[in-house]
């Protein structure tokens, strides 16, 4: 706790210094042009896009969104750059990217199961 200047004792954490965003940088999602700041992840970048759903569910196709944010639930899978199953809560921008909403399990891998 530290002490502000009425003398009170402050819960609020200290403040670490000012967080420096990284350079500028421009990806895509769906083919819309996002920016974004290097060392922000995709899934940062999505939220601040006011984008809450980045792949539909295996069985029933309905959106589906960011959970944990740290890497554990596997809700915000998306496809970068071709390649499916790509967490975007894990994953740092990077210039030219490309991501889409992922559509089922095996999207760009395999056809998708019939699961009716
Ligand atoms: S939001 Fe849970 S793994 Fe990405």
Redesign the pocket.
């Known amino acids: 706790m530290s002490e502000v200047p009425s003398g009170q004792v402050s819960r609020r954490l200290p403040t670490h210094g000012v967080v420096e965003r990284g350079e500028p940088v421009t990806i895509e999602m769906d083919g819309e042009r996002l920016e974004a700041y290097a060392g922000e992840t995709l899934?940062a970048v999505l939220l601040a896009y006011g984008r809450r759903g980045v792949r539909t569910s295996v069985r029933f196709r309905l959106p589906r969104?960011?959970?944990?944010?740290?890497?554990?639930?596997?809700?915000?899978?998306v496809v970068v750059d071709g390649r499916p199953n790509i967490?975007?809560?894990?994953t740092p921008v990077q210039p030219g990217m490309r991501a889409g909403t992922q559509r089922g399990p095996f999207e760009g891998v395999r056809p998708v199961p019939d699961w009716s």
Do not use: I, N
């Open positions: 899934a969104g960011l959970f944990c944010g740290m890497g554990s639930c596997y809700e915000c899978l967490r975007a809560c894990m």
